[in-house]
């Protein structure tokens, strides 16, 4: 069985960092076998993928996030991160970990609960 854990969020400035972990048990993270991704959804707007990690080693980024996020994986601890730099408010959001290995990014197969992210001006 498969389970994704986020946690990390929090409430602060602008300006400011976060690091959100994903625990995924279940999921041997140093096999390849995974797409594994960041996602955010804030009330009224639609999911967004942040940023993805590729079975081939291939890394992307949202346009909004690129060269201020940074994600990646430690294959010993089963864990996925996001480091978020210089935070702006609109990215405030849920924060989702998903996992999949078809790849299917927005239509993953595993979903994590989400960890709050709020960031005030």
């Known amino acids: 069985q498969i389970e994704l854990a986020e946690s990390g969020g929090g409430s602060v400035q602008a300006g400011g960092s976060l690091r959100l972990s994903c625990v995924a048990d279940?999921?041997?993270?140093?096999?390849?076998?995974?797409?594994m991704g960041w996602f955010r959804q804030s009330p009224g707007k639609e999911r967004e993928a942040v940023a993805g990690i590729h079975t081939d080693g291939t890394i992307r980024y949202s346009d909004s996030v690129k060269g201020r996020f940074t994600i990646s994986q430690d294959r010993a601890q089963e864990t996925l991160y996001l480091e978020m730099n210089t935070l702006k408010p609109d990215d405030t959001a849920m924060y989702y970990c998903?996992?999949?290995?078809?790849?299917?990014?927005?239509?993953?197969?595993?979903w994590g609960q989400g960890t709050q992210v709020t960031i005030s001006s």
């Open positions: 279940g999921i041997r993270l140093f096999a390849n076998t995974y797409c």
């Open positions: 998903a996992a999949d290995q078809a790849c299917r990014w927005a239509e993953s197969t595993y």
